[in-house]
């Protein structure tokens, strides 16, 4: 294994990570990035981005990434392909471990590896993916105006998603597995209150059709029992809302987590428990999750380490 050192490695490239790199390059830290997993990160799975400032006729997700992209580049931040697959933050320099042949030893860490939406592992998502199929009701609800949704899950989110989702839609089902919703008293009141969306009890989703895009879905109520039954649903859009996981595992062992795996950080700041290792954007956010909230985390990330910089002299 070949060792290289760097004052700053930022892990990850959606909006938090390219924004702490944009900061960090502007600070002459040398920064170099490691794209991680999904390269752009999640906003590239969405398709048009309308509520990112700076934008008023809206944005492509993937555009939008490539131009955050370049603007690191033109301030030196060295790109790179690869995944960090193990970690080493028991003392400084800390050592990632990247493609599991390569260890960077870094003097500030700034993890942006965001958070990966939970999918049921349907055939059909990954076919109409863009096409009808989102994890994320903020970015994508807009172009289910007057129309009809489905949101499945029945937790805070689900419900959250689901109301949110009414506010634009003519109808939303929510699907949910069980006989009772998981989320909370008030957010269960808001549902049930709700003219506009209909709760299906014990019902699970087998898949989805349509000729160019999501046309409707194929339910099961029941599931496995002798009164199962099944039956076709005509919607426009299906919507994930069950749960995240946060791309966190390989700090785990270093860092102090929720129960989800959410990276704790202090207070409003992005900094961990670690001196100079940071965590910004989704990997620490179980709360906004938004691409504008991720890049002001990344910004913060990357005062902090230009800061801890200086302070050790390194
Ligand atoms: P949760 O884990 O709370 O809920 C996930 C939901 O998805 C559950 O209803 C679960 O069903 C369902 N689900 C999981 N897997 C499947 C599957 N394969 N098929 C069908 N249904 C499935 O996740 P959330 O994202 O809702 O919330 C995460 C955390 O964030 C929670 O602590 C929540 O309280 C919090 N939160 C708070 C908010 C607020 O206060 N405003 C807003 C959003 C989140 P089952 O119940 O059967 O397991």
Do not use: W
Request: hydrophobic fraction near 35%; aromatic fraction near 8%.
């Amino acid at each position: 294994m070949s060792n290289e050192r760097v004052r700053c490695l930022i892990i990850g490239s959606g909006p938090a990570g390219y924004t702490a790199a944009i900061y960090t390059g502007r600070a002459n830290l040398s920064p170099v990035l490691y794209e991680g997993i999904q390269p752009g990160g999640q906003l590239t799975t969405t398709t048009e981005v309308e509520n990112f400032p700076g934008y008023p006729e809206g944005i492509g997700g993937t555009e939008l990434m490539d131009d955050l992209r370049k603007q690191a580049e033109r301030f030196g931040v060295e790109i790179r392909t690869g995944i960090a697959t193990a970690a080493d933050l028991s003392k400084s320099p800390y050592k990632i471990t990247i493609d599991n042949e390569k260890v960077i030893e870094a003097d500030t860490l700034i993890i942006s590896t965001g958070a990966t939406a939970k999918y049921l592992g349907l055939e059909d998502e990954k076919k109409y993916a863009g096409m009808g199929v989102s994890a994320c009701a903020t970015c994508d609800g807009f172009f289910y105006r007057k129309k009809i949704v489905a949101v499945v899950g029945g937790g805070d989110t689900a419900c959250e998603e689901a109301t949110y989702l009414a506010s634009l839609a003519s109808k939303v089902y929510l699907v949910v597995r069980k006989n009772y919703l998981r989320a909370s008293k008030i957010m269960q009141e808001r549902i049930l209150n709700n003219p506009k969306i209909e709760v299906l009890f014990e019902h699970n989703v087998a898949g989805l059709y349509g000729e160019n895009g999501v046309e409707g879905v194929h339910l099961v109520k029941k599931l496995g029992q002798p009164d199962e039954e099944r039956y076709d649903v005509p919607i426009d859009g299906f919507f994930l809302a069950i749960g995240h996981k946060p791309n966190s595992d390989i700090f785990k062992p270093y860092l102090d987590t929720d129960e989800t795996g959410y990276i704790l950080t202090e207070g409003a700041t992005p900094r961990t428990k670690v001196p100079g290792v940071f965590a910004a954007g989704d990997v620490a956010d179980p709360h906004y999750r938004q691409a504008i909230t991720a890049a002001a985390s990344g910004c913060k990330a990357a005062i902090e380490a230009e800061r801890y910089l200086t302070e050790h002299s390194l």
